[in-house]
C-alpha cells in the first residue's frame, strides 16, 4: 500500500493520512468494535470499506468513528434493512416519488430519482422504511470500483403542503447516520423560491459534507446544464431533467427490477463458509455493542488499544461494499470518495 499521504474526504479542513495511517485507524476501529463476535451479517457490514466511511464521517477519529459504528450496527441489528422486500413496501413506491434509475451517471454511480410532490403516504415511519430499501437497493447496484450514488430531486409540481420538517429530519439522519459517506451529490432540480428558506430550516440538521454536496440546479441557467452535462449522458437522462429519454416511470416494470433485485440480496449478505449467526447471537449483539466503552482521547493517537469484545477479523469484501484496499481514503473531483 502506498504510502502518499492522501486527503480523507471533499472537506478540505479534514486531516491527511498516509494509507498505512488509514488502515491502522481501520485496524483500530475493528479491534474496539470487535467484529468476530458479531452476528455473520454485521460482521460482513463491517468490511474495511465499510469501517473507513465511518472514519471519513468522523474525521478520522476512532472514538468518535466507534460511537457511530456501534449505534449504526444497533439499528442494523433492530431494524434489519437487508430483510425488506418489495412487497413489504410497494404501497409507497407506487407513485414513484422515490426509484432507481435504470442508467448512471458518468462516473458509475447508481442514481435514485425523488418526487417529493408524488408523496403518497402520510406514515413517517412508512416513508422511511422505503427509503431504506431504496438506499440498500441502490448500494447493492453500485459497481465494485464504487461507493456512492446520487440523488436526482425533481420539484415539478412541489408545493407547501409537501414540506415536512419531520420527515426532512428524519431522512437527513438516516442518510447521515446510518449510510455514512454514501452520497456523492444531490441534485435539486427547479426548486421553488419558497423552498430555500425552507432549506435554510433544516441546514442546522446537515453536517457541512453532506450540505456541500447538495448542489441547486435550474433548467433555464446555462450553468446549471453544464452541471447535468457534465454528470450524464444526455441521451438516457429523464427529459424531465433535461435529458432526451422521454421514457417515464412504469410501476409495472419497475416491481420486475425490483423482485430481481430481492432475489440477489440474500447472497451479498451470506458469507459461504461460514454458518448463520446464530438466534443467540443476534439477540446478545446490543448488549455486546452497549459494553463499548470510549476513552476521552482517540485511542488510535495514544496507547495501542485493548480488543474489548474480541479478535481482529480479516477484511471482507461483499458484492454489496466491494472496494479495493488500494483505493481507501483516495480522493478527486470524480471519485467515489469526495
Request: aromatic content about 8%.
Amino acid at each position: 500500500m502506498s504510502s502518499e499521504s492522501k486527503k480523507s474526504s471533499s472537506n478540505g479542513n479534514e486531516k491527511l493520512l498516509t494509507s498505512e495511517e488509514q488502515q491502522a485507524k481501520i485496524n483500530e476501529l475493528r479491534r474496539l468494535i470487535g467484529t468476530a463476535a458479531l452476528p455473520e451479517k454485521l460482521s460482513i457490514y463491517c468490511s474495511d470499506a465499510s469501517l473507513a466511511r465511518h472514519l471519513r464521517a468522523r474525521n478520522w477519529n476512532v472514538k468518535k468513528a466507534t460511537k457511530m459504528l456501534k449505534d449504526t450496527l444497533k439499528w442494523r441489528s433492530e431494524n434489519k434493512p437487508e430483510e425488506i422486500r418489495w412487497e413489504d413496501i410497494a404501497h409507497e413506491a407506487e407513485t414513484g416519488k422515490i426509484y432507481r434509475s435504470n442508467y448512471v451517471d458518468k462516473h458509475g454511480r447508481t442514481v435514485l430519482v425523488m418526487r417529493p410532490s408524488h408523496q403518497n403516504s402520510k406514515s413517517t415511519k412508512g416513508q422511511i422504511k422505503y427509503l431504506v430499501y431504496c438506499m440498500e437497493n441502490a448500494i447493492l447496484n453500485l459497481p465494485s470500483n464504487q461507493e456512492q450514488m446520487v440523488w436526482l430531486i425533481d420539484f415539478q409540481g412541489f408545493n407547501m403542503s409537501h414540506i415536512s420538517v419531520k420527515v426532512t429530519k428524519e431522512t437527513a439522519h438516516v442518510l447521515q447516520d446510518q449510510y455514512p459517506e454514501r452520497l456523492g451529490v444531490a441534485i435539486l432540480y427547479n426548486p421553488p423560491k419558497f423552498f430555500e428558506p425552507f432549506f435554510s430550516v433544516v441546514k442546522p440538521f446537515l453536517e457541512p459534507k453532506t450540505y456541500n454536496k447538495v448542489k441547486f440546479v435550474y433548467s433555464d441557467d446555462l450553468n446549471s446544464k453544464k452541471i447535468m452535462e457534465d454528470l450524464f449522458d444526455m441521451d438516457r437522462l429523464e427529459s424531465a431533467f433535461g435529458g432526451n429519454d422521454a421514457n417515464g416511470f412504469d410501476i409495472g416494470k419497475y416491481a420486475e427490477r425490483m423482485r430481481e433485485d430481492d432475489k440477489r440480496m440474500p447472497l451479498a449478505w451470506t458469507r459461504g463458509s461460514i454458518p448463520l449467526a446464530t438466534q443467540a447471537a443476534a439477540i446478545t449483539v446490543s448488549a455486546s455493542l452497549d459494553s463499548i466503552t470510549l476513552s476521552d482521547s482517540d485511542p488510535s493517537d495514544n496507547e495501542k488499544a485493548e480488543d474489548i469484545m474480541g479478535g481482529v477479523e480479516s477484511e471482507i469484501v461483499t458484492p454489496i461494499d466491494a472496494v479495493a484496499s488500494t483505493n481507501i481514503g483516495d480522493n478527486c473531483s470524480t471519485s467515489v470518495h469526495s
